[in-house]
């Protein structure tokens, strides 16, 4: 049983991914499995990854018979892994030689941190650089509410969930939910259970492309579309009427409730959430009303 378990879930990742297996394989810490899962790639995905999987036994390659959505393909590499500390990896991004050797130096060190992570690059499509992402949260305090309200109120790009994250404390969440800012939610629970301690260095290269679901839901533009990012968390949302900042406040909600916390603590937990809210009430309120007119026009009550 390895110590470390990387999950590499992939769709049409024949561009890049090579680059993305290559950095695993080479990397200083060799103790690991990379679990790929294929979402039923229609280009060569299937065919290069076989070819590593033959190469080096560490490597083992699961194909879905059908596209199952990001979000259920990112659990399904957790539910296939046995390491104690876990890491996803994407086809796109990639990593530094040393990037898991220092992560899980950190981890074997100190009990009470629960994600090692590194400082983030941004690379373009052929993999320089562009733009060092400097943003760090308070996501290593030792005050829980000051980490859950980093978490939800600052604006960032989630790359801690790429980070080396210890199995025990993932199995205390529901993973990678299916909805809009799924990982955001993940990072805001484990934010509950410990701390996030983030390497000063640059060792994780996120690349930025057309094809990126970043571009294609806007994220990168701070317009995003949490509509469309939606189905794109799972094809099960398609043709819904859903309420994705309602979602992710009532996951938040759920969140705070079932973690055993001290009163103070819970206040104020409650009280960054209601800051969030504040922020996004009219945003709630507008997908409300588009619910009310969808259901209305559903059931013939009312033709708009």
Same mark, same amino acid.
């Given at each position: 049983?390895?110590?470390?378990?990387l999950?590499?879930?992939?769709?049409?990742?024949?561009?890049?991914?090579?680059?993305s297996?290559?950095?695993?394989?080479?990397?200083?810490?060799?103790?690991?499995?990379?679990?790929?899962?294929?979402n039923?790639?229609?280009?060569?995905?299937?065919?290069?990854?076989?070819?590593?999987?033959?190469?080096?036994?560490r490597?083992?390659?699961?194909?879905?018979?059908?596209?199952?959505g990001?979000?259920?393909?990112?659990?399904?590499?957790?539910?296939l892994?046995?390491?104690?500390?876990?890491?996803?990896?994407?086809?796109?991004?990639?990593?530094?030689?040393?990037?898991?050797?220092?992560?899980?130096?950190?981890?074997?060190?100190?009990?009470?941190?629960?994600?090692?992570?590194?400082?983030?690059?941004?690379?373009?499509?052929?993999?320089?650089?562009?733009e060092?992402?400097?943003?760090?949260?308070?996501?290593?305090?030792?005050?829980?509410?000051?980490?859950?309200?980093?978490?939800?109120?600052?604006?960032?790009?989630?790359?801690e969930?790429?980070g080396l994250?210890?199995?025990?404390?993932?199995?205390?969440?529901?993973?990678?939910?299916?909805?809009?800012?799924?990982?955001?939610?993940?990072?805001?629970?484990?934010?509950?259970?410990?701390?996030?301690?983030?390497?000063?260095?640059?060792?994780?290269?996120?690349?930025?492309?057309?094809?990126?679901?970043?571009?294609i839901?806007?994220?990168?533009?701070?317009q995003?579309?949490?509509?469309?990012?939606?189905?794109?968390f799972?094809? !099960?949302?398609k =043709?819904?009427?859903?309420?994705?900042?309602t #979602?992710?406040l009532? $996951?938040?909600?759920r +969140? %705070?409730?079932?973690?055993?916390?001290?009163?103070?603590q819970t206040?104020?937990?409650y009280?960054?959430?209601?800051?969030?809210?504040?922020?996004?009430? !009219?945003?709630? =309120?507008?997908?409300w009303?588009?619910?009310? #007119?969808?259901?209305? $026009?559903?059931?013939? +009550? %009312?033709?708009f």
């Open positions: 049983m390895p110590l470390v378990s999950g590499l879930p992939v769709y049409n990742g024949e561009k890049y991914i090579k680059k297996i290559d950095t695993v394989l080479a990397q200083t810490f060799t103790d690991f499995e990379l679990i790929i899962t294929d039923a790639s229609t280009d060569s995905t299937q065919a290069i990854c076989e070819e590593y999987a033959k190469k080096d036994s490597v083992r390659y699961v194909r879905n018979e059908n596209n199952i990001a979000a259920p393909n990112f659990n399904l590499c957790f539910e892994s046995t390491g104690k500390y876990f890491k996803w990896t994407t086809d796109d991004d990639f990593i530094a030689r040393e990037y898991l050797e220092k992560c899980v130096e950190i981890l074997e060190e100190d009990p009470e941190i629960i994600i090692a992570y590194s400082k983030a690059v941004f690379v373009d499509k052929d993999g320089n650089p562009e060092f992402y400097d943003l760090k949260l308070d996501t290593d305090s030792d005050v829980l509410p000051k980490r859950f309200s980093d978490v939800i109120l600052i604006g960032h790009h989630c790359f969930v790429f994250i210890r199995r025990d404390a993932l199995e205390k969440t529901a993973v990678m939910g299916n909805y809009s800012h799924g990982d955001g939610v993940l990072l805001a629970h484990l934010a509950m259970f410990g701390r996030f301690e983030e390497i000063p260095e640059y060792l994780f290269y996120s690349r930025r492309h057309d094809d990126h679901s970043s571009s839901y806007g994220v990168y533009r701070d995003i579309d949490y509509y469309g990012w939606a189905e794109w799972d094809p !099960k949302n =043709g819904k009427m859903i309420l994705p900042y #979602k992710i009532s $996951e938040l909600f +969140i %705070i409730n079932e973690v055993p916390l001290t009163f103070s206040i104020d937990c009280k960054s959430l209601g800051k969030w809210y504040k922020a996004r009430w !009219k945003t709630i =309120g507008g997908e009303k588009r619910f009310v #007119k969808y259901y209305l $026009e559903k059931t013939n +009550i %009312i033709s």
